[in-house]
């Protein structure tokens, strides 16, 4: 009779922030944690630039503040895009990461 190996309980490596932060052995990541706040900070301080460029545009001539309220935020969006690219392709290596990581726990073998 062989013994079939029981499947081993997946692990539970989800860790808050801050013992993540203090994970010397780097087994828990913070940078996926701060995707959506650096996300959301670009935004803002996007807002807040586009507002500025405005502002100082209109402060100049009125025909200056026309052409800022047209071309700010188009160059806004275009930064938002750009910024978006750059963090979804740290989010796609850290999933090829875990992906990885799965692999490798499901091809080593089990000891009974």
Same mark, same amino acid.
């Given at each position: 009779?062989?013994?079939?190996?029981?499947?081993?309980?997946?692990?539970?490596?989800?860790?808050?922030?801050? =013992?993540? $932060?203090?994970?010397?052995?780097?087994?828990? $990541?913070?940078?996926?944690? $701060?995707?959506?706040?650096?996300? +959301?900070?670009?935004?803002?301080?996007?807002?807040?630039?586009? +507002?500025?460029?405005? %502002?100082?545009?209109?402060?100049? @001539?009125?025909?200056?503040?026309?052409?800022?309220? %047209? $071309?700010?935020? !188009?160059?806004?969006? +275009?930064? !938002?895009?750009?910024?978006?690219?750059?963090? =979804?392709?740290?989010?796609?290596?850290? @999933?090829?990461?875990?992906?990885?990581?799965? +692999?490798?726990?499901?091809?080593?073998?089990? %000891?009974?």
């Amino acid at each position: 009779m062989e013994a079939t190996p029981q499947p081993s309980p997946p692990h539970n490596t989800q860790r808050g922030f801050f =013992e993540s $932060l203090m994970d010397t052995r780097f087994d828990s $990541l913070i940078t996926p944690k $701060l995707i959506r706040f650096l996300y +959301i900070v670009s935004m803002i301080l996007l807002a807040i630039g586009v +507002i500025a460029v405005i %502002i100082a545009g209109f402060a100049d @001539k009125a025909g200056t503040g026309v052409l800022t309220l %047209i $071309l700010a935020p !188009l160059g806004a969006l +275009i930064y !938002l895009i750009v910024i978006r690219l750059y963090l =979804e392709l740290i989010v796609v290596a850290f @999933k090829i990461r875990d992906a990885a990581e799965e +692999i490798a726990d499901n091809t080593r073998p089990r %000891i009974s």
